[in-house]
């Protein structure tokens, strides 16, 4: 069977998922367990390579759309959230280049 070539989650999925994450990622408030909780869902979400990507496009638009991001705050989040993200997540991630790994 072959694997999926489109993904089945939504910018709109990604942005209510991790909703609870921008006061921290704005250094305006702590950050949540409802944060991480998001986090560690959307990761779990996103297993298969046209997923990851779809996720990867989605966080770098989002972000742009965002006033007083921290960019420091935001690539160390899955780490901070004990989520471990096989890419660095920045503004120049390539996402053509993820895959879901082996």
């Known amino acids: 069977m072959a694997a999926p070539t489109e993904s ?3 910018c709109g999925t ?8 921008v006061s921290y990622l ?14 560690k869902s959307l990761n779990q979400m996103a297993q298969s390579t046209p997923d990851r990507r779809q ?11 965002i006033t007083g991001l921290n960019i420091g705050l935001v690539a160390t989040l899955p780490t901070t959230c004990g989520v471990s993200v096989p890419y660095p997540i920045s503004f120049n991630t390539d996402c053509d280049n993820i895959s879901a790994g082996v």
């Open 8 to 10: 089945t989650i939504t």
């Open 55 to 65: 996720v990867c496009e989605c966080l770098k638009s989002g972000a742009k759309e």
């Open 14 to 21: 990604v942005t209510s998922t991790l909703a609870q994450c």
């Open 26 to 39: 704005t250094n305006s408030g702590p950050l949540s367990s409802n944060c991480c909780a998001g986090v």
